[in-house]
């Protein structure tokens, strides 16, 4: 028997994604459909002499991954729509900060309770905009249990690297289904580790000096540096201030390092891409029903292909552009009002040949929902 390989839910395959990073610390707070994440890592984090804690709410949850982070560990929370909600404002701290953190969000129906224990993909904008101010985020998703080992390793290694929160956006549908299961042999994966400042003790540190690469250098909280850590606009060293000059500096830096490396951060599949004549793009379980129907569509000969999407913000508009760019129509399968489509439409050439596939209703959109549509298009005599 094989103990690299395992039958698990995507929720399983995140908690292995997490430790596989080097997750020590994990804060959170039981919600359906995301609880699996917490119940596993009650017991498997303290094995790993890690730290496990449930918190009162999920704003709490986040405030102490926050601090947990600058701490010098590599930490995770998890929830699903109504307590994401929650942690906005933790959220737009964390950006301020740059404090490396993740945050898994297991979507379901909404708003408000919605429908707890069916898929949905409604929280897409939330991700981007649920904090307020201008700022830059990172989230990203998978559709298979495998998918979502991996998409969980490079959150934790792009949160350090960025310095950023790092969403993951999965759904009800992912979170639950199982599959099988490959976990990589310790080392075959690498990793990112948290970045420290080589200034001395009793040197003046500069906690937010960016390196001429960008990245910015840490130093644990409560260590051999003493600075300040805040909300507000800050110098490089940590304090408040309102100066335009420096603030337009700040915020800035908080875009451009994310903007600027988009294609690194960017993660999509192509399937059957090559001379694809349609093209449907998705993400998530919708992906996975969007995916057969292009097998079964190919195997008649019919050129479609499928862009599957696992980084959805920065939204990776130039390569949807480039992917598209041939096709005599694109169809957008989600599992909401539309919220990628968007994205789509304003990246493409001719948004008149782009339509959208979906289903609101906390049912997993079948491939028949997307022939249907398809049938649709083709009778419009595009």
């Avoid at 933790?90 to 900060?97: C, D, E, P």
């Avoid at 490959?182 to 080589?198: A, H, K, N, Q, Y």
Wanted: charged content about 20%; glycine content about 8%.
């Amino acid at each position: 028997m094989n103990k690299n390989i395992k039958f698990v839910q995507g929720n399983e395959a995140c908690v292995e994604g997490a430790l596989y990073a080097g997750l020590n610390f994990f804060a959170g707070y039981p919600i359906t459909p995301s609880t699996e994440i917490a119940e596993q890592l009650s017991f498997r984090l303290p094995q790993k002499r890690g730290k496990f804690i449930q918190m009162e709410d999920e704003i709490s949850s986040l405030c102490a991954i926050i601090g947990a982070s600058l701490t010098g560990n590599k930490v995770m929370t998890a929830t699903s729509g109504p307590g994401f909600s929650l942690m906005q404002e933790s959220l737009g701290y964390a950006i301020m900060a740059e404090i490396p953190c993740v945050i898994a969000n297991v979507q379901r129906g909404g708003p408000s309770t919605g429908v707890p224990t069916h898929a949905a993909q409604g929280d897409v904008n939330q991700a981007r905009w649920g904090t307020h101010g201008d700022h830059a985020i990172v989230a990203m998703t998978a559709s298979t249990i495998q998918d979502v080992f991996s998409i969980t390793v490079d959150a934790f290694n792009i949160a350090e690297t960025y310095r950023t929160p790092v969403i993951l956006l999965f759904d009800e549908a992912v979170g639950h289904m199982r599959e099988r299961l490959f976990i990589p042999e310790e080392g075959e994966i690498p990793l990112v580790e948290r970045l420290r400042t080589s200034v001395k003790s009793g040197v003046n540190y500069h906690p937010y000096l960016p390196r001429e690469d960008g990245r910015l250098p840490m130093s644990d909280f409560g260590g051999v540096h003493r600075y300040n850590v805040t909300g507000l606009f800050h110098d490089m060293w940590g304090f408040p201030s309102e100066n335009p000059t420096v603030i337009t500096g700040l915020l800035r830096h908080l875009q451009d390092k994310i903007y600027n490396n988009v294609d690194q951060i960017t993660r999509c599949k192509e399937h059957y891409m090559v001379d694809a004549e349609v093209i449907l793009v998705s993400y998530g379980s919708a992906a996975r029903s969007a995916l057969h129907v292009v097998e079964y569509l190919n195997a008649r000969n019919e050129k479609i292909g499928l862009l599957e999407l696992q980084t959805l913000w920065p939204f990776p508009e130039l390569l949807v552009r480039e992917k598209c760019a041939n096709a005599k129509y694109v169809i957008v399968v989600e599992m909401n009002m539309g919220q990628i489509v968007r994205e789509v439409l304003t990246a493409v050439d001719n948004p008149d040949k782009v339509f959208l596939a979906n289903r609101v209703d906390g049912v997993t959109i079948t491939p028949m929902d997307i022939r249907n549509i398809m049938r649709v298009v083709r009778g419009k005599g595009v």
